[in-house]
């Protein structure tokens, strides 16, 4: 099996999640550090213009979003999957609410002047994040939660989680994981890696104990490799063939051109050859100077895709 390559950088949640992901299946990784802000020169080649964090790379095929990593990675390693027929809609639908309603608690909550802890080396760092998001944020169809909304939602979330596992269930399911376990966990490690309201989950000693059994997966380490040096994984590898590749858009055949990028914040696109598009993922292929040919995937889920006409080709 080609290596995994995980772009990322550590204070990211989403990474986080990924991280978890590849430890808890007992998986080998390569860790790429990229910057915690634009600009990122050894990440947008192999995507094209997506932002967001983590990306993973298997040779020159380049997997965008932790939904779709989550899929990549459930049949590889070992352990239980992460969508259990038995409770795959109940554990989807959590961990979307997860990733994308109570992402926005989390991030209001992280933030806190006394909740950063170390998130930010000095003033300076914070500033130049705060300028970058700015700009990340911009043809956002979301809003972030101000504290008198965020609190509440995060402390009534903490209650039900409580509940969900006051039975002494491992994770949230039953005897084992699911997607939502980790998307739930990355949320819960992000808020509480200031340290500042560590007496919150404190007092829920059930929640405490899953969150020390996932936050175990998130410790197993990869073996670092530079930027430049996955870039030449890329280069030297061929993307996997597309096998029956085909397109549900009626107006967007294969072959055409399009932008794809998320719906909802964080919006820049990535431009190429349309290659399949279905009702899980979106494939498009790309070259760039320094990857070669790879092909770029997203899920379908919170992404759409855009054709590109006439003399924006």
């Known amino acids: 099996m080609a290596e995994l390559i995980?772009?990322?950088?550590?204070?990211?949640?989403?990474?986080e999640k990924a991280r978890a992901m590849l430890g808890a299946r007992g998986?080998?990784?390569?860790?790429?550090?990229?910057?915690?802000?634009?600009?990122?020169?050894?990440?947008?080649?192999?995507?094209g213009g997506y932002r967001r964090t983590p990306v993973m790379q298997i040779g020159a095929d380049v997997y965008c979003d932790t939904a779709l990593i989550a899929a990549v990675l459930d049949d590889k390693g070992s352990g239980p999957t992460f969508f259990p027929a038995a409770s795959r809609l109940a554990a989807q639908t959590l961990a979307r609410w997860v990733d994308t309603e109570l992402f926005w608690a989390a991030v209001t909550l992280r933030f806190l002047p006394s909740n950063t802890g170390s998130f930010f080396a000095n003033s300076e760092a914070a500033a130049a994040f705060a300028a970058d998001r700015a700009n990340f944020s911009q043809g956002s169809t979301v809003r972030r939660l101000p504290l008198e909304e965020a609190l509440p939602r995060y402390t009534v979330f903490l209650a039900e989680l409580e509940a969900q596992l006051g039975d002494r269930r491992r994770y949230l399911f039953g005897e084992d994981w699911t997607i939502a376990d980790f998307s739930t966990y990355h949320l819960l490690w992000f808020i509480h890696a200031g340290g500042a309201m560590a007496a919150v989950l404190a007092a829920h000693p059930a929640a405490s104990a899953w969150y020390g059994r996932m936050k175990a997966f998130g410790k197993i380490p990869g073996v670092a490799m530079t930027g430049p040096e996955a870039l030449a994984v890329a280069s030297a590898a061929e993307p996997a063939p597309i096998i029956g590749g085909a397109s549900d858009l009626a107006d967007i055949p294969v072959g055409a051109l399009v932008d794809v990028g998320p719906t909802d914040y964080g919006v820049m696109p990535s431009r190429g050859e349309l290659l399949s598009c279905d009702t899980a993922s979106i494939t498009i292929r790309r070259s760039h100077e320094r990857t070669g040919v790879v092909h770029v995937h997203f899920p379908r889920h919170g992404f759409g895709v855009a054709r590109v006409h006439g003399d924006n080709a």
């Open 27 to 47: 998986l080998p990784w390569r860790s790429v550090i990229i910057p915690m802000i634009m600009p990122r020169p050894d990440t947008i080649p192999l995507t």
């Open 6 to 15: 995980l772009h990322h950088y550590p204070e990211s949640l989403f990474s």
